[in-house]
């Protein structure tokens, strides 16, 4: 006997559905475009499923603005986007593990360097096949420790002989580890230990086309650190960590996430709600229920603590947030009714919550909010008008790039 199935009639975007507004992404990178010289390029940042916001769909909305380059973490972030069809040069910007390095070459994609062991391992690879010297940028650790050779170690890198005639080296940056902090000294520190060492190369007589060190706040607060190339990311979704009272910033969020009410009920004064019976009502209240939980992203830090909006209204989400579940209270909000839409992030009539105020609730970044929300968020975008070239972008090296997977 076999079970007949009939199409599920259900809303392929419920329970949780973010909403990408690509106009929105074209006005930031104008934003970002305002504040630099002519000859600075921009590498955007799609890495982590572009911060929850979809790096496929992204990666084609920034091309059609004339973005040129592009990082992620991973080949097979990279791969993805090749297979999408991104025929932009794509930085591997993480760590490079040597079964990963066949998969890099087959899809040309370019490996950020950072140590010895990974420069020896591709060397091996490249060494078995034809062709002209690849292309790496070299990572350059000036107070991150994180990734990165030490100074000493990347000018033996350059003086070596064999990997001087494999390699193409194409980049060299560092990566900023307190950009967002009102104390500059750090920052300043690295940067200048950067310049230190970008000079003691050109004494060498190496000439490296594309040298970058800052991410989306450095953009705004250190001019000085632009150099050939910038690495926006958070500020491309709408957000930056820089302090407001030293840049005003015009950015757009470009995500909205956004829910339906399930169940409403109303409950007495003294009563418990939820597991462990975690807020207790003070008053006669009108309690709703939202089909989502912390499997959706929704962390349940924000228990008790977080705010949605209905209505255009705050109203407080109130017990513990369950796997699939949340309780909020909307006793002060008139006329709700059953399927009423419920905006996290975004804006709802006159009312506005943004991932950085999640992400003050919840004690944490703007981006954990985005990668957590977002990532599992059914996504629709908006469309957008075609865009005018920016000549001094529009003409990134071209590569031809195997699309198929056999």
């Known amino acids: 006997m076999t079970d007949s199935c009939t199409p599920c009639s259900a809303s392929p975007h419920f329970p949780l559905v973010a909403t990408i507004s690509l106009s929105a992404l074209a006005h930031n990178v104008a934003v970002v475009r305002q504040l630099l010289s002519p000859s600075c390029k921009i590498l955007a940042v799609i890495k982590a499923d572009a911060y929850g916001h979809g790096a496929q769909n992204i990666a084609e909305a920034l091309v059609r603005q004339s973005i040129p380059y592009f990082g992620v973490a991973t080949v097979y972030e990279g791969v993805a986007l090749r297979q999408h069809g991104i025929r932009q040069p794509i930085l591997i910007m993480g760590g490079l593990l040597p079964e990963l390095i066949p998969d890099l070459l087959r899809f040309q994609l370019i490996p950020v360097i950072g140590n010895w062991e990974t420069a020896l391992a591709l060397s091996h690879d490249l060494k078995q096949r034809a062709g002209t010297a690849y292309p790496v940028h070299l990572k350059i650790d000036t107070g991150m420790r994180r990734l990165g050779f030490s100074p000493d170690d990347v000018l033996a890198l350059l003086d070596h002989p064999d990997l001087s005639r494999i390699f193409q080296f194409q980049g060299l940056m560092t990566h900023l580890a307190d950009a967002d902090n009102l104390d500059p000294t750090f920052t300043q520190q690295q940067l200048q230990s950067f310049e ?14 594309l040298i970058h060190a800052a991410n989306s706040t450095a953009i705004f607060r250190y001019p000085e650190a632009h150099l050939d190339l910038v690495r926006p990311g958070l500020a491309l979704y709408g957000y930056h960590l820089a302090p407001l009272h030293d840049h005003q ?11 339906r009410i399930v169940h409403l009920r109303t409950v007495s004064p003294g009563e418990s709600l939820g597991y462990n019976g975690a807020f207790r009502t003070m008053r006669r209240s009108r309690i709703a229920v939202l089909p989502i939980g ?3 992203g929704l962390a349940r830090r924000l228990s008790n603590r977080g705010q949605v909006l209905v209505r255009g209204q705050r109203v407080p989400i109130v017990g513990k947030i369950c ?10 909000v008139p006329s709700v009714t ?5 905006v996290l992030i975004g804006q709802q009539s ?8 999640i992400a003050e609730w919840q004690e944490t970044v703007p981006y954990e909010v985005l990668c957590a929300i977002g990532s599992k968020a059914s996504r629709v975008y908006e469309s957008t008008p075609t865009l ?12 031809a790039i195997p699309l198929s997977s056999g």
């Open 388 to 399: 005018e070239l920016h000549p001094r972008e529009a003409h990134a090296p071209a590569m």
């Open 249 to 259: 910033v015009s950015l757009k969020p470009i995500m909205t996430v956004s829910t």
């Open 350 to 357: 006159q009312g506005h919550i943004t991932a950085m105020d």
């Open 196 to 209: 230190n060492l970008i000079q003691r190369i050109r004494k060498r007589g190496v000439s490296i086309p």
């Open 338 to 342: 059953l399927g009423d839409p419920v």
């Open 294 to 296: 912390y499997y959706h």
């Open 323 to 332: 796997m699939d579940m949340t309780m909020i209270d909307v006793t002060d």
